[in-house]
């Protein structure tokens, strides 16, 4: 992204964090970068999403409504053997995406 776009970083070399939405998406973020998502990669992204929503810092969610939303709780509850290689192609296409230096 910043490589398409230098202006995201400021004069004093921070992120310009006024021009990222805050929140945990990473279903948007992969598509603003180019990737075009299977349904299953879709899938994925949103239960990581939710898992770096409240799963990763709190036992238990901080706000409850996620848990009252059926679909919601179906997908965090659905495991399939191949999520791993599922997380580490999206990876490696996120990666593909960055430029290497010439140096």
């Given at each position: 992204m910043i490589h398409r776009?230098?202006?995201?970083i400021l004069e004093d070399a921070s992120l310009d964090k006024k021009r990222f939405p805050k929140r945990h998406s990473l279903v948007q973020p992969a598509q603003d970068l180019g990737l075009s998502?299977?349904?299953r990669e879709t899938e994925m992204l949103m239960k990581l999403e939710n898992a770096v929503q409240w799963a990763g810092k709190y036992v238990v969610p901080l706000n409850y409504r996620?848990?009252?939303d059926q679909n919601?709780?179906?997908?965090l509850s659905t495991r399939y053997l191949d999520e791993l290689d599922?997380?580490?192609?999206?990876?490696?296409?996120?990666?593909?995406?960055?430029?290497?230096?010439?140096?």
């Open positions: 776009d230098p202006s995201l998502l299977t349904a996620p848990l009252t919601l709780r179906s997908l599922l997380v580490r192609g999206l990876v490696r296409r996120i990666l593909s995406l960055i430029p290497l230096s010439d140096a």
